[in-house]
């Protein structure tokens, strides 16, 4: 009876079907260990039960080797400790789950920093680095994971672990075998492996020649985990640069900028990316994204050059100098220096998102990994390019070639049909030629990342008969059943066999409610936007953040959508919608959005979940707390509608024995408290306020123009003080504020909860009710960020053949927006607090904060915005039975913690309502909305300040 605990769930299982390449396995069992003794159980497991063993890490691998249909071993969860930085030897010992970006922030107050950096390198572990000899952007300077390997130990499929380095292994029977395998082939190990850098396709043998050290760490380098299990890396650091400077060359082309990255391999230079304009184009065809690249120097090719110094000055003055020198030789049009982090950050990140850009074409068409990673000797990579561009024309074929110009690899999807037939015969005719065509430049299958499933078939178009004996031979020696990733490297799978998005795949027959208009109205084609690069398993930036808290891969926005593919697919997940593994799957979802902006190919998971919820309850009983949560705004109406209704409500709610029977009954999450209703409301108070003041015969002296406030659910019935305070200040400053004259939401718990039929319904009322409005083009002034982002993006996808819900879309703004483009006289004084901010994460994900950091350094308050996103609550999410814990961890992430060590002149703001709730109920302090800043700030004088401060209240 085994301790370590496998995962042998459906739901489990279907999210770790595939990695970011084009393949499909369905594990028999994914195991999670946190001790080397963990993995031992479970080789002896496996072998019992006849499961063959695949390791993965980030499963960021494009090509296909970190899948299979055995036993699963991810690291990645639990076996990610840091066991020694010795700064003295530059060294870190490491278990191989450690993220690369948890290594180098580990390694830099000592000034060091790990050198192979892939794009994915916020999420990719060191482990699945080293078993893949990635690289990155800075490997013309530090090199490949195998040159920054010190020593290994590596569990074998009999359970003994061994430790290899340089000329060094604990296993002398085996190192005596790799020395039998290094003799027998001297000649092929001299002159077919290690010819350039990033020669990565098949085992790394030279490293066993005399020369080399007879290095077994560095061999082990790259075997794609066909030899065994890593239990702890010794890998080397490497000093950082005191300071850097980027300059990006703007060439003619891509073909010019190919042509000069191998002359700019020199001392002082980190990094020679190269991308060309059709890349450019991609990110720009991306919602949002229309300007990106402005930054970049005139061209239609770029490089981007790295260079590193002791001083800020000297490191421009460098980039400066190898400018000016390209310039007088003629070979750069124009050219960009920056020496500010977040300037270069901000070029970095067009490079870094290349791997999801291009997943989707321009036109929008559909881009594959397969000849992903090809490389040539540098000083060929020009002309390589340009027989690639023209043999992907032959085929009638579009891609995106970018990648390390300055050491000859070449990063590339492309839009093959792996839908048909023809289509596979195809991608298996175009992969063919292509390794022919890198074989006649000298290059490699693979420049980094391996061979994986994608290209190991191939490795005799490059190879010799002897080599291949010699790999056979090496993987013998560690593995002489063939226990660990079968297929891969040595006796290798077909390129074409089980294709993901291949043919013959039964897809039930489905009518999406949604328009998914940016993937032709299709379902699948939506989830199939995710091509599992894995930001989304990222601690950088706010997605995701149900898997920044649990770390379990099906909560993550990939595994999500791995789950929802197999619904699709209909072999492993067979239910179709009423598949219970996929609403497992997408139950920790807080349909947060973040993703729909963050994710390099704008996965909209939220928008997938509220799909999948509306089929799966169609005809069907629900949870009590969809009826109660996404029928909030009736219920609330039906309360205004009977007076002292809301009173006695708040009443009742007060008797805490009586607050918990409601909970219970209304299917709510018993550790949460329930909010309460306003006894005036908002459209009350401002239909009696503009009655008095017909009576009194006020007039405001000045009116500029006419706004339309929207009366959102939660601000009417529950914090009409924040729409009050808008009122007075959007008076302040000249304008007339008039209400819709009917009933109107924004259908935002129904959508939230899959009531997408409920949504559109009360979605198209409050489009008749805004008919004059409309008409006369005013401005509608949101409060609330989640309605807001449903008035200027989804109601176009649920009502798109209705022209007025793209009429509304236009017209509506948020508060921040209207005062940050006042240009009249400014009625506010000088506030001068500091100020933490919650940004609701649905603005963040599909609006902007910018308006309102102007607003409030206008005002004169610096203001902390929090960085980890969501704040927990998501409306509906935090109060559904069995999500408080998770809904309080990301509090506590930072929102919490910052709250409560506030200053007692610090403000707390927080514009959604669900924001303010979660402050006030994690922490017991109240949190303001924009508008009442405002207000408070009418009534200030130069120099100070009467605006009402966070305070604790009853909670």
């Given at each position: 009876?085994?301790?370590?605990?496998?995962?042998?769930?459906?739901?489990?299982?279907?999210?770790?079907?595939?990695?970011?390449?084009?393949?499909?396995?369905?594990?028999?069992?994914?195991?999670?260990?946190?001790?080397?003794?963990?993995?031992?159980?479970?080789?002896?497991?496996?072998?019992?039960?006849?499961?063959?063993?695949?390791?993965?890490?980030?499963?960021?691998?494009?090509?296909?080797?970190?899948?299979?249909?055995?036993?699963?071993?991810?690291?990645?969860?639990?076996?990610?400790?840091?066991?020694?930085?010795?700064?003295?030897?530059?060294?870190?010992?490491?278990?191989?789950?450690?993220?690369?970006?948890?290594?180098?922030?580990?390694?830099?107050?000592?000034?060091?920093?790990?050198?192979?950096?892939?794009?994915?390198?916020?999420?990719?572990?060191?482990?699945?680095?080293?078993?893949?000899?990635?690289?990155?952007?800075?490997?013309?300077?530090?090199?490949?994971?195998?040159?920054?390997?010190?020593?290994?130990?590596?569990?074998?499929?009999?359970?003994?672990?061994?430790?290899?380095?340089?000329?060094?292994c604990?296993?002398?029977?085996?190192?005596?075998?790799?020395?039998q395998?290094r003799?027998?082939?001297?000649?092929?190990?001299?002159?077919?492996?290690?010819?350039?850098?990033?020669?990565?396709?098949?085992?790394?043998?030279?490293y066993?020649?005399?020369?080399?050290?007879?290095?077994?760490?560095?061999?082990?380098?790259?075997?794609?985990?066909?030899?065994?299990?890593?239990?702890?890396?010794?890998?080397?650091?490497?000093?950082?640069?005191?300071?850097?400077?980027?300059?990006?060359?703007?060439?003619?082309?891509?073909?010019?900028?190919?042509?000069?990255?191998?002359?700019?391999?020199?001392?002082?230079?980190?990094?020679?990316?190269?991308?060309?304009?059709?890349?450019?184009?991609?990110?720009?065809?991306?919602?949002?994204?229309?300007?990106?690249?402005?930054?970049?120097?005139?061209?239609?090719?770029?490089?981007?050059?790295?260079?590193?110094?002791?001083?800020?000055?000297?490191?421009?003055d460098?980039?400066?100098?190898?400018?000016?020198?390209?310039?007088?030789?003629?070979?750069?049009?124009?050219?960009?220096?920056?020496?500010?982090?977040?300037?270069?950050?901000?070029?970095?990140?067009?490079?870094?998102?290349?791997?999801?850009?291009?997943?989707?074409?321009?036109?929008g068409?559909?881009?594959?990994?397969?000849?992903?990673?090809?490389?040539?000797?540098?000083?060929?990579?020009?002309?390589?390019?340009?027989?690639?561009?023209?043999?992907?024309?032959?085929?009638?074929?579009?891609?995106?070639?970018?990648?390390?110009?300055?050491?000859?690899?070449v990063?590339?999807?492309?839009?093959?049909?792996?839908?048909?037939?023809?289509?596979?015969?195809?991608?298996?005719?175009?992969i063919?030629?292509?390794?022919?065509?890198?074989?006649?430049?000298?290059?490699?299958?693979?420049?980094?990342?391996?061979?994986?499933?994608?290209?190991?078939?191939?490795?005799?178009?490059?190879?010799?008969?002897?080599?291949?004996?010699?790999?056979?031979?090496f993987?013998?020696?560690f593995d002489?059943?063939?226990?660990?990733?079968?297929?891969?490297?040595?006796?290798?799978?077909?390129?074409?066999?089980?294709?993901?998005?291949?043919?013959?795949?039964?897809?039930?027959?489905?009518?999406?409610?949604?328009?998914?208009?940016?993937?032709?109205?299709?379902?699948?084609?939506?989830?199939?936007?995710?091509?599992?690069?894995?930001?989304?398993?990222?601690?950088?930036?706010?997605?995701?953040?149900?898997?920044?808290?649990?770390?379990d891969?099906?909560?993550?926005?990939?595994?999500?959508?791995?789950?929802?593919?197999?619904?699709?697919?209909?072999?492993?997940?067979?239910d179709?919608?009423?598949?219970k593994?996929?609403?497992?799957?997408?139950?920790?979802?807080?349909?947060?959005?973040?993703?729909?902006?963050?994710?390099?190919?704008?996965v909209?998971?939220?928008?997938?979940?509220?799909?999948?919820?509306?089929?799966?309850?169609?005809?069907r009983?629900?949870?009590?707390?969809?009826?109660?949560?996404?029928?909030?705004?009736?219920?609330?109406?039906?309360?205004?509608?009977?007076?002292?209704?809301?009173?006695?409500?708040?009443?009742i709610l007060?008797?805490?024995?009586?607050?918990?029977?409601?909970?219970?009954?209304?299917?709510?999450?018993?550790?949460?408290?329930?909010?309460?209703?306003?006894?005036?409301?908002?459209?009350?108070?401002?239909?009696?306020?503009?009655?008095?003041?017909?009576?009194?015969?006020?007039?405001?002296?000045?009116?500029?123009?006419?706004?339309?406030?929207?009366?959102?659910?939660?601000?009417?019935?529950?914090?009409?003080?924040?729409?009050?305070?808008?009122?007075?200040?959007?008076?302040?400053?000249?304008?007339?504020?008039?209400?819709?004259q009917?009933?109107?939401?924004?259908?935002?718990?129904?959508?939230?909860?899959?009531?997408?039929?409920?949504?559109?319904?009360?979605?198209?009322?409050?489009?008749?009710?805004?008919?004059?409005?409309?008409?006369?083009?005013?401005?509608?002034?949101?409060?609330?960020?989640?309605?807001?982002?449903?008035?200027?993006?989804?109601?176009?996808?649920?009502?798109?053949?209705?022209?007025?819900?793209?009429?509304?879309a236009?017209?509506?703004?948020?508060?921040?927006?209207?005062?940050?483009?006042?240009?009249?006289?400014?009625?506010?004084?000088?506030?001068?607090?500091?100020?933490?901010?919650?940004?609701?994460?649905?603005?963040?994900?599909?609006?902007?904060?910018?308006?309102?950091?102007?607003?409030?350094?206008?005002?004169g308050?610096?203001?902390?915005?929090?960085?980890?996103?969501?704040?927990?609550?998501?409306?509906?999410?935090?109060?559904?039975?069995?999500?408080?814990?998770?809904?309080?961890?990301?509090?506590?992430?930072?929102?919490?913690?910052?709250v409560?060590?506030?200053?007692?002149?610090?403000?707390?703001?927080?514009?959604?309502?669900?924001?303010?709730?979660?402050?006030?109920?994690?922490?017991?302090?109240?949190?303001?909305?924009?508008?009442?800043?405002?207000?408070?700030?009418?009534?200030?004088?130069?120099?100070?300040?009467?605006?009402?401060q966070?305070?604790?209240?009853?909670?």
């Open positions: 009876m085994t301790s370590v605990a496998f995962r042998t769930d459906l739901t489990t299982r279907a999210a770790y079907v595939s990695d970011a390449s084009i393949y499909r396995r369905v594990p028999a069992a994914v195991v999670e260990p946190h001790t080397v003794e963990d993995i031992r159980e479970a080789l002896r497991t496996a072998a019992e039960r006849g499961w063959p063993v695949t390791c993965r890490g980030g499963g960021t691998s494009v090509a296909g080797n970190a899948i299979g249909d055995g036993l699963v071993i991810d690291t990645s969860r639990y076996f990610n400790e840091i066991l020694q930085i010795d700064p003295q030897a530059r060294t870190a010992r490491i278990r191989p789950g450690v993220v690369c970006d948890a290594l180098r922030d580990a390694a830099a107050p000592f000034g060091l920093t790990y050198g192979p950096d892939p794009s994915t390198h916020s999420r990719c572990t060191v482990g699945g680095m080293v078993a893949n000899n990635a690289c990155g952007s800075h490997s013309v300077a530090w090199g490949t994971a195998a040159e920054n390997l010190v020593s290994l130990k590596v569990m074998l499929a009999d359970g003994r672990e061994i430790e290899i380095g340089a000329d060094s604990s296993d002398p029977v085996l190192e005596d075998r790799l020395r395998v003799d027998a082939h001297l000649m092929v190990l001299r002159t077919e492996l290690g010819q350039f850098p990033r020669q990565v396709s098949g085992y790394g043998l030279h066993l020649l005399p020369e080399n050290g007879f290095d077994m760490a560095k061999v082990f380098a790259g075997t794609e985990g066909t030899c065994g299990v890593i239990t702890e890396l010794t890998v080397r650091l490497v000093e950082r640069p005191q300071a850097t400077a980027l300059a990006v060359l703007g060439f003619a082309d891509v073909f010019d900028a190919a042509a000069a990255a191998p002359l700019l391999r020199r001392p002082g230079v980190y990094t020679v990316e190269g991308m060309g304009a059709d890349l450019l184009a991609a990110l720009r065809s991306r919602p949002g994204r229309e300007t990106a690249g402005s930054e970049l120097p005139e061209g239609g090719g770029w490089l981007y050059v790295e260079l590193g110094a002791g001083t800020a000055d000297e490191a421009g460098a980039a400066r100098s190898l400018v000016d020198a390209l310039m007088r030789e003629g070979r750069i049009l124009d050219s960009v220096v920056v020496t500010g982090h977040d300037e270069a950050r901000a070029l970095w990140t067009i490079r870094e998102a290349s791997a999801g850009i291009v997943t989707r074409l321009p036109d068409g559909e881009a594959w990994p397969g000849w992903e990673d090809s490389a040539v000797p540098p000083e060929h990579l020009a002309d390589y390019l340009r027989d690639l561009y023209a043999l992907l024309g032959r085929h009638g074929l579009q891609g995106i070639p970018f990648g390390h110009f300055g050491e000859g690899c990063h590339l999807r492309i839009d093959f049909g792996l839908g048909t037939e023809d289509g596979v015969a195809g991608y298996r005719s175009f063919e030629e292509a390794a022919a065509l890198v074989a006649r430049h000298g290059g490699s299958l693979s420049g980094e990342h391996g061979d994986g499933r994608a290209r190991s078939e191939l490795l005799p178009v490059i190879y010799s008969a002897e080599a291949l004996g010699a790999f056979a031979e993987k013998a020696a002489p059943d063939n226990f660990f990733n079968p297929g891969v490297l040595v006796d290798a799978e077909p390129i074409d066999q089980g294709i993901r998005p291949g043919p013959g795949i039964r897809h039930f027959d489905l009518t999406p409610v949604h328009a998914f208009s940016r993937d032709g109205g299709s379902f699948v084609s939506a989830t199939n936007r995710c091509v599992g690069v894995g930001l989304c398993r990222s601690d950088v930036g706010s997605m995701c953040p149900s898997y920044q808290v649990t770390r891969e099906v909560h993550s926005t990939r595994g999500r959508a791995r789950i929802l593919a197999e619904m699709l697919r209909g072999e492993s997940v067979t179709g919608w009423q598949s593994e996929t609403l497992e799957a997408l139950d920790l979802c807080l349909s947060c959005k973040a993703c729909s902006s963050e994710c390099p190919v704008n909209d998971m939220a928008t997938y979940k509220a799909e999948f919820l509306y089929h799966h309850y169609k005809g009983l629900r949870p009590m707390a969809h009826y109660a949560m996404g029928w909030l705004p009736l219920t609330s109406r039906v309360l205004e509608a009977i007076p002292g209704s809301a009173r006695l409500a708040n009443w007060g008797f805490r024995p009586a607050e918990e029977l409601v909970k219970r009954l209304a299917g709510i999450e018993p550790k949460r408290r329930m909010i309460h209703f306003a006894p005036v409301t908002l459209r009350k108070w401002f239909a009696k306020r503009a009655a008095a003041i017909e009576a009194e015969g006020e007039r405001p002296a000045v009116v500029r123009s006419t706004v339309m406030l929207w009366p959102d659910t939660l601000t009417n019935f529950n914090a009409p003080d924040v729409g009050q305070a808008a009122v007075e200040v959007l008076e302040a400053l000249g304008y007339r504020v008039v209400l819709p009917g009933q109107v939401c924004c259908g935002l718990t129904w959508h939230s909860t899959g009531q997408l039929d409920m949504a559109k319904k009360v979605m198209s009322q409050s489009l008749d009710a805004l008919e004059e409005a409309l008409s006369q083009n005013l401005p509608i002034v949101g409060l609330e960020p989640s309605c807001t982002v449903m008035l200027t993006h989804e109601i176009t996808e649920l009502l798109p053949d209705d022209p007025r819900a793209a009429q509304l236009g017209r509506v703004v948020t508060l921040a927006e209207l005062v940050a483009e006042h240009d009249g006289a400014w009625p506010f004084g000088v506030v001068d607090a500091p100020a933490i901010s919650q940004v609701h994460c649905h603005q963040e994900a599909q609006g902007t904060y910018d308006p309102d950091m102007a607003v409030l350094r206008k005002l308050i610096d203001t902390d915005v929090i960085g980890s996103g969501c704040c927990g609550l998501a409306g509906n999410f935090g109060f559904e039975p069995g999500h408080f814990e998770v809904s309080q961890a990301l509090g506590e992430r930072e929102l919490f913690p910052k409560r060590a506030k200053g007692e002149s610090t403000l707390v703001l927080a514009d959604g309502f669900s924001c303010r709730t979660q402050v006030q109920q994690g922490t017991g302090v109240r949190a303001q909305h924009l508008a009442e800043v405002l207000r408070g700030a009418l009534s200030s004088e130069a120099g100070g300040q009467s605006v009402p966070g305070v604790p209240v009853e909670g």
